[in-house]
């Protein structure tokens, strides 16, 4: 168990929908990333937060969203859902990006578009 | 940005030989090269890390060497096991975010 919480573990959905995938990061963390990863696919990283601001964006598109709140979980915003966003959508966290500290992975949210 | 480039995509050993995995990466600016191993369905997980002021690490049957000049990096997984089978990730740091290579399927043979 890495201590990264990811919720829901499983989403079905159709095309056009629009679904929030939640993250919490392992205690004392600072730091959450998103990353997808389609079929056969390595890792994209998509966004980062730090203690509640965005610090780096990556191949996220348009049509996807984030933020990181208080308490520190973070929520990833998928709309206008297509077939090819199905994919396995993980969550990271670290304690601090700028020491180079291990980024620690959930267990990921797998989204299915029908 | 970043890109890092990971070699080869598949990678079959004879149980007890030695894997090697090799990557590339293009920003002279990162610092920190991370390993991670992902069995099927399963979320990467670290297995070994190596920041740029360290040319070799090892962890039991794990290693990893870097060379800052060339800009490349390798894992070496010795007296490979059955378990080792898995799909294996590099990456590169630059700043905030790691830039991970396309991955190596690893298959043990028994």
């Known amino acids: 168990d890495s201590g990264v919480t990811q919720t829901p573990k499983h989403l079905i959905t159709a095309t056009g929908q629009r679904v929030t995938l939640r993250c919490s990061p392992r205690?004392?963390?600072?730091?959450v990333y998103w990353y997808q990863q389609s079929l056969d696919q390595g890792l994209q990283f998509l966004i980062q937060?730090?203690?509640?601001?965005?610090?780096a964006k990556g191949n996220i598109l348009e049509r996807f969203s984030a933020q990181q709140f208080p308490d520190l979980h973070s929520e990833l915003n998928l709309s206008s859902l297509e077939l090819g966003d199905s994919a396995l959508y993980f969550c990271?966290?670290?304690?601090?990006?700028?020491?180079?500290?291990?980024?620690?992975f959930g267990d990921g949210t797998r989204l299915s578009i029908l | 940005g970043e890109n890092v480039e990971q070699h080869p995509s598949t990678l079959s050993v004879q149980e007890g030989d030695s894997a090697v995995i090799k990557c590339t990466y293009s920003?002279?600016?990162?610092?920190?090269f991370p390993w991670y191993k992902q069995e099927l369905g399963k979320r990467p997980q670290l297995i070994i890390d190596i920041r740029s002021n360290v040319g070799e690490k090892k962890d039991q049957r794990i290693a990893v060497t870097l060379n800052k000049t060339a800009k490349h990096f390798s894992l070496h997984i010795t007296e490979t096991q059955p378990e080792d089978s898995a799909v294996y990730f590099c990456a590169a740091s630059e700043v905030y975010k790691l830039s991970f290579g396309a991955g190596t399927t690893v298959t043990v043979r028994a």
């Open positions: 920003d002279s600016a990162s610092n920190y």
């Open positions: 205690s004392g963390d600072l730091s």
């Open positions: 937060y730090y203690n509640g601001e965005e610090r």
């Open positions: 990271a966290s670290s304690v601090d990006p700028d020491s180079y500290q291990p980024q620690h």
